[in-house]
Nanobody, 119 residues
Framework: QVALVESGGGLVQVGGSLRLSCAASGRHFDGYDMAWFRQAPGKEREFVAAIDWSGRRTTYAYSVRGRFTMSRDNAKNMAYLEMNSLKPEDTAVYYC????????????WGQGTQLTVSS
């Protein structure tokens, strides 16, 4: 397993941009697919985006497609979520996860970082 720490959350206005970062410690970071999930108050946690171990394949939730971009830097043990055209409904705690895109199993989780989009 890897230990994950998210950062970069904050308060942003509607239409703004922000980049979340996920720092991983432990062995074999490049052996894991990575993902971002989010949980809004009173709602269940939902999938946002995922990237395979090589960084060549990404997948996104329909609600963020075209606005969010996930990337990773295996040399730095980092994963990122670039968020543009933010909407109030993007407000949530964002979690980084490590595991396997198939069969959608995520073994390690960070503590989360809060994003608030104000209108």
């Amino acid at each position: 397993q890897v230990a994950l720490v998210e950062s970069g959350g904050g308060l942003v206005q509607v239409g703004g941009s922000l980049r979340l970062s996920c720092a991983a410690s432990g062995r074999h970071f490049d052996g894991y697919d990575m993902a971002w999930f989010r949980q809004a108050p009173g709602k269940e946690r939902e999938f946002v985006a995922a990237i395979d171990w090589s960084g060549r394949r990404t997948t996104y939730a329909y609600s963020v497609r075209g606005r969010f971009t996930m990337s990773r830097d295996n040399a730095k043990n980092m994963a990122y979520l670039e968020m543009n055209s933010l909407k109030p409904e993007d407000t949530a705690v964002y979690y980084c996860a490590a595991g396997r895109m198939l069969p959608n199993e995520w073994d390690s989780w960070g503590q989360g970082t809060q994003l608030t989009v104000s209108s």
